[in-house]
Structures are given as structure tokens and as C-alpha cells.
Nanobody, 124 residues
Framework: QLQLVESGGGLMQPGGSLRLSCASS????????ITWFRQAPGKEREGVLC????????MFSDSVKGRFTISRDNAKNTVDLQLDRLLPEDTAIYYC?????????????????WGQGTQVTVSS
């Protein structure tokens, strides 16, 4: 059973950086496409970045272009989201989710496993 656990959230000033990790115990994340989603207060949950089984990256949100990066750490069995040059509008709960498909998909209904989320707050 794949269980995802996010970590690394917190409070950061605008312009700062955070690194989020999505971890799984016992099941290799290489078997899944992993997407980071986020849900800001009062808004719908949106996809941010996805990494496919083969390592291909899909950006679902243009607002993070040039600021966020996604990567796999196979040694730690994690998928990490590096958040740089944070903006107040990046404030949200960040979730990682796993899809059994080879490639990244946008539809949230195709993701079979979700973490509980980690809060990121960007404020001075």
C-alpha cells in the first residue's frame, strides 16, 4: 500500500526558499508519476509540477516557472519540490500525489494516492 508523506513546509519571507519532500515507506516512488499540487485559501487545488516515471517533467502552473523545480532522490525514495523566490501567492497547502500512468496527467481523478499535505506560508 502506497502511503505518501509530505514534509518541509513552514513560514518563509518573500524571496526565500523551501524544500518539500514527498516520501513513501516500502514502495518505490519510481513506479509512479508524482505530481505536486497546491491549494491556496479559497481556491481550487491546482497542479504545480509533475515528474514522470522516466524523469520527464511537466509544469502545470506557469506561475512557478523559473522558481520551482521537481526532482527524484532515488537513494532516499523521495520526490522533492524546491521552492525558490517565494511569493505571498505561493501560500498554500502542498500535496504530493501518485499516478500509476507512465506519463504525467493533469486530471486529479487519475491520482490514486495522496499525502496529507504540508503548509507553506509566505509572509513578511
Amino acid at each position: 500500500q502506497l502511503q505518501l508523506v509530505e514534509s518541509g513546509g513552514g513560514l518563509m519571507q518573500p524571496g526565500g526558499s523551501l524544500r518539500l519532500s514527498c516520501a513513501s515507506s516500502g514502495v518505490t516512488l519510481n513506479s509512479y508519476a508524482i505530481t505536486w499540487f497546491r491549494q491556496a485559501p479559497g481556491k481550487e487545488r491546482e497542479g504545480v509540477l509533475c515528474i514522470s516515471k522516466s524523469g520527464g517533467i511537466t509544469m502545470f502552473s506557469d506561475s512557478v516557472k523559473g522558481r520551482f523545480t521537481i526532482s527524484r532522490d532515488n537513494a532516499k525514495n523521495t520526490v522533492d519540490l524546491q521552492l525558490d523566490r517565494l511569493l505571498p501567492e505561493d501560500t498554500a497547502i502542498y500535496y504530493c500525489a501518485a499516478s500509476p500512468y507512465k506519463f504525467c496527467v493533469r486530471s486529479q481523478s487519475e491520482y490514486t494516492n495522496w499525502g496529507q499535505g504540508t503548509q507553506v506560508t509566505v509572509s513578511s
